[in-house]
């Protein structure tokens, strides 16, 4: 009879260790996938962080171009009619 269970108690501590040995090994496994998952996640995030660094670049820039009310182009036009006004002006005041 104690041969008996000394066998059970055997064959239990053999599957308990079976089970323990199969156990740590998944551990490994999901560990080991999951630095593999956090580094990918975090290749990703490494990109969607230029990527929206890179339109707030183009907000900024956009927003810019909205708060100026004048383009240069539009300045340098207003300039050169400005100048063009005076000199008709005073042409025709000169030959009066």
Known sequence: MEE???L????TLGRIEQRLGNLETRVEEILSKGDEFNEATQE???MIQGQ???QASA???LRRNLSAKYSPLTILCGLIAVVLVWVFVMYNVVHK
Request: a positive charge; glycine letters at 6%; proline letters at 0%.
């Open 52 to 54: 929206l660094e890179k």
């Open 44 to 46: 990703k995030l490494e």
């Open 59 to 61: 907000m900024r820039k």
């Open 8 to 11: 059970l108690e055997k064959g």
């Open 4 to 6: 008996t269970e000394s």
